[in-house]
């Protein structure tokens, strides 16, 4: 829990509260038949894969029993976007993108990892990129 004690609520403090409320939250994701809780602050991006939604940490991949437009409004207020049709993906795990071929945009995550973004999900990645989601 987090605590903000201040004389008045400026611009700063609802950004700074706003902040610290999308880092906060868990979701269930199993490994060999085993549940556990996973900090969304760990999650790297999200897939859907035939049919099978999995979680990618940095050295753990969890499946999900959710569908990933379901998890996608769950998180949208939590810096996850969507980065294809069948892709999720964590903003704050990503250090560089660069432009791909055919107006599509690739994501490098912190862990080394590449993520393509579709053409159609660019325009969103630069609204949110200017703050303006």
């Known amino acids: 829990m987090v605590e903000i004690h201040c004389h008045r609520v400026s611009e700063e403090v609802r950004e700074l509260v706003a902040f610290v409320r999308s880092r906060q939250g868990r979701l269930t994701g199993t490994i060999e038949d085993r549940q556990y809780e996973v900090p969304v602050t760990d999650i790297y991006y999200m897939e859907s894969v035939e049919n099978r939604v999995y979680l990618y940490t940095a050295d753990k991949v969890y499946e999900s029993r959710q569908k990933i437009y379901e998890l996608e409004e769950m998180l949208k207020e939590k810096h996850f976007l969507r980065a294809s049709k069948s892709t999720l ?24 990892e590449q993520v393509i973004i579709t053409r159609k999900y660019v325009p969103e990645l630069k609204k949110a990129l200017k703050g303006e989601n």
């Open 89 to 112: 993906l964590n903003l704050l795990k990503v250090s560089a993108i660069k432009p791909a071929l055919n107006g599509r945009f690739t994501a490098v995550l912190f862990s080394g």
